[in-house]
């Protein structure tokens, strides 16, 4: 029996699931596998768990369990659900992936999908849950799409044991034929039931124009409107990630003060770094001065037994989180307010809300505001489904959204800011009409609505998916071209995503006989190997963790890290290619291109050191810019991007991080004052490099293949028909080395390598 307060209880009695709880414990009874769609508000993640506890659905060893795409649903939904059934968070618990409040006597426990699939790795048949919840399940993250995939099995094999395991699936839209109309999925399709919500309606305005660039901004007038203009109700606001929801967070609290704002940050800046590094690079390489040192191909780092996968799990933050991103650091508050006055007679409560925020911050939204102030909450699109914040009444939406996207040549990803979709921009808009009829202001032009996508895709299929291969067959899923993917990738993906595992060492090659059969998909089945196991503990595509496993050898682990993660990041370099608008401008950006080219040439240094390239220069430029401080001022002087050296750092420290977990006695930190490669640790990176870029090896043309002039200093690869060259950038155009690894290859005018570094003839297999 649950002893809900009595204001509790009325509160959620008009929630619209509460129509539904009949209909769906009904369901649940008789299906193993139900389906619940509402909007967002409705009630799905507060109630549905509640139903199913009160309905006996958990006890000492068998639990509910519920999965959230985000850890700050995971984390507010468990407080919130604890609140209403008035019960300890011993009992209604979460665990995310660093912490966690569970118990013995947990019944409930929210988490997210990382988690759960962490577990199946440890426990295949989850025993100790009765219910699995996944909520969100339209957000169609890899995870759910993979947990769901797993489920459909694993609900089977439980229903064998006679230990049926129910499972739930919870989604914001009808929009579930990938789940009902997948047969090998789901071969009976589970029951659906929608729930009814009540919305009041919202009223649409779109902008005239759509801004260029300066949504922020945009946003930030057409909250100083409604709040001066318009009657009481909260603001929603959508930005796409949190550097931009402090920023306006803080213009927004100037201008209508109601609390202090937040004490600004120092920015640190030296020149002198630069000339310390090169310094002391010269004094190391003097120091040394070897013939190629062999590095040990088959000397990589692998986990302890049974320990290490703690790190394994990339959950799904929309923003900021796995590969860094936000870099948008406002410089300042200059260009803050334009002229408005601090207006204190009209004090507005303004809320930030971002997966990352800590938890007792997030929970603020959730409270009415103070006695005669607004809310306004600025918020990423974790405000979209996973959390509803109770009184909005007008909605900002931006338009935008932060998505990681993934390079088809080169796999390396990177977070950009895109349209959104159709449904997610009438999700947004749906926020202002919870409470009473609201207005939802989208800040660009029907027109632009209307080029929207439809729906956005389901991730799985918008990225190559070798790492996804890596993580399933860490997971003991062999065949995974068998595996019922809610949306399977591309067999032609699944393929490539093998082949270059099985290159790179992390499966284990398939026999000879069997290779001959390639083409029979029921053979890419190949087992994982410890160093791909290994390999799945890095953040990062499987080449560069490939890299980051053989580094542990003669100190190398801080260069390479470095260098993974400017590759990484990609475009260190300010674009200085661009058409001059006058004279003047043409001589400036002429002087900068010489002086980019200058740095490079520096960083790549002489002899030995320059075999490595461009790689070297992106080492180079890493480690002088972090001696001088990362400051705006020593990336300006040196063409460097400032947001791409920021978001380098960040990467730095979660290899670092990573790299540690496998191998704590390397006892890595981050070192601002890296001291650079000595010569013989230069060779060892070389190889290192190809051994991750292998399959990206090029061959100078040889002087018989010259007849025909469009091959003049031209390259061959193996899988390219015509000629390729070594971009212009690259500290290695006018070397021509014979072999080369290159990182990717762009088609402009020819098709140029870029990212290039040397190789020796002894070490291509
Ligand atoms: P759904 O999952 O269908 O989107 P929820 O169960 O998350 O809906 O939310 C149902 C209602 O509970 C919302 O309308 C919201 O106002 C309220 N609610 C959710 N969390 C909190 C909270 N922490 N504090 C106050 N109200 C909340
Ligand atoms: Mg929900």
């Known amino acids: ?104 006597e947990t019944r409930i426990k929210f988490m997210t999908d990382g988690v759960l699939l962490k577990e199946i790795q440890k426990d295949f048949l989850l025993l100790k849950y009765k219910v699995v919840i996944i909520d969100e399940a339209h957000e169609r993250s890899v995870y759910t799409d993979i947990l769901l995939g797993l489920l459909s099995r694993i609900v089977a094999l439980r229903a064998k044991r006679h230990l049926p395991l129910k499972l739930l699936i ?74 931009e929801v402090h920023a306006l967070c803080r213009r927004l609290r100037k201008a209508f003060p109601f609390r202090c704002s937040q004490p600004q940050e120092k920015e640190e800046d030296s020149a002198e770094g630069m000339r310390r590094f090169k310094k002391s690079r010269t004094r190391a390489r003097k120091a040394q001065a070897m013939a190629l040192p062999q590095i040990n191909l088959d000397n990589y780092s692998v986990l302890p037994a049974g320990e290490g996968d703690e790190d394994r799990e990339a959950e799904m933050d929309d923003e900021e989180e796995a590969l860094g991103s936000d870099l948008d650091l406002d410089l300042g508050d200059s260009e803050a307010n334009e002229g408005e006055q601090p207006d204190a007679s009209l004090p507005l409560h303004v809320l930030p809300l971002y997966s990352l925020l800590a938890p007792e911050k997030q929970a603020q939204v959730f409270k009415p505001p103070p006695e005669g102030t607004r809310l306004c909450v600025v918020a990423t699109n974790v405000a979209e489904t996973s959390l509803t914040i109770p009184g909005i009444k007008y909605v900002v939406d931006c338009g935008k959204v932060k998505k990681r996207y993934y390079d088809r040549v080169t796999g390396v990803s990177s977070f950009r800011v895109t349209w959104v979709s159709q449904a997610s921009a009438d999700q947004r808009a749906g926020r202002a009409g919870r409470t009473e009829p609201g207005h939802c202001y989208r800040l660009y032009s029907s027109a632009v609505f209307g080029d929207f996508e439809q729906f956005p895709p389901p991730e799985i299929t918008r990225r190559p998916v070798e790492d996804l291969i890596l993580q399933m067959k860490a997971l003991s899923i062999e065949k995974v071209i068998n595996f019922p993917f809610p949306t399977p990738p591309s067999v032609e993906a699944l393929v490539a995503a093998e082949e270059l595992l099985v290159a790179l060492g992390a499966l284990q090659a398939p026999p000879k006989q069997e290779r001959m059969k390639k083409l029979q998909m029921s053979q890419l089945s190949c087992p994982i190997t410890a160093l791909g196991r290994t390999m799945s503990t890095f953040p990062v595509a499987p080449r560069y963790a490939k890299m980051l496993a053989l580094s542990q050898q003669h100190g190398c682990l801080p260069y390479t890290i470095a260098i993974v993660a400017a590759m990484t990041v990609r475009e260190l370099f300010e674009e200085l290619d661009r058409p001059a608008a006058s004279e003047k401008e043409l001589a400036e950006l002429k002087g900068r291109r010489a ?46 991007r400032y947001k791409a050296m920021l978001e380098i750092r960040r990467l730095r420290g979660q290899l670092t991080t990573a790299v540690n977990a496998v191998c704590p006695e390397a006892g890595l930190f981050l070192d601002p004052k890296m001291q650079p490669p000595t010569e013989s640790q230069v060779t060892y990176l070389r190889q290192i490099m190809a051994a991750g870029l292998g399959d990206h090896l090029a061959r100078r043309v040889q002087s018989e293949d010259l007849l025909d002039p469009k091959w003049k200093n031209a390259y061959k690869t193996p899988l390219l028909d015509d000629p390729v060259f070594i971009h212009p950038s690259s500290v290695l155009f006018k070397e021509l080395p014979e072999f080369v690894v290159y990182q990717e290859i762009v088609e402009t005018t020819k098709m140029y390598m870029k990212g290039v570094s040397t190789v020796e003839i002894q070490w291509i297999p």
């Open 1 to 104: 029996p649950v002893n809900r307060t009595p204001e509790m209880q009325e509160e959620r009695l008009k929630l619209p699931i509460l129509a539904e709880e009949q209909a769906i414990m009904e369901a649940v009874a008789e299906h193993p596998i139900v389906i619940v769609c509402g909007e967002t508000g409705s009630g799905k993640t507060t109630q549905v768990p509640q139903f199913l506890y009160e309905a006996g659905y958990s006890s000492e060893d068998s639990i509910i369990g519920v999965t959230e795409p985000r850890r700050v649903a995971a984390v507010a939904m468990s407080q919130r659900v604890a609140k209403e059934m008035n019960l300890s968070h011993r009992v209604v618990s979460y665990q995310i992936r660093y912490e966690g409040n569970v118990t013995e």
């Open 170 to 243: 919870m989604s914001a839209t009808l929009r579930v034929e990938d789940f009902t109309q997948n047969q090998r999925l789901f071969t009976t399709p589970p029951p659906v039931i929608k729930v009814e919500s009540r919305q009041f309606p919202v009223t649409v305005h779109f902008n005239k124009r759509t801004p260029l660039d300066d949504y922020s901004g945009e946003c930030f007038r057409k909250v100083c409107k409604i709040h001066r203009m318009l009657p009481a109700g909260g603001i929603l606001v959508f930005l796409t990630g949190q550097a």
């Open 595 to 640: 002086r980019v080219a200058q740095m490079k040439r520096t960083w790549a240094g002489q002899g030995p050191s320059l075999k490595l390239g461009d790689l070297m220069v992106l080492l180079g430029a890493v480690g002088a810019c972090e001696y001088a401080g990362c400051s705006p001022q020593f990336c300006q002087a040196n063409g460097l």
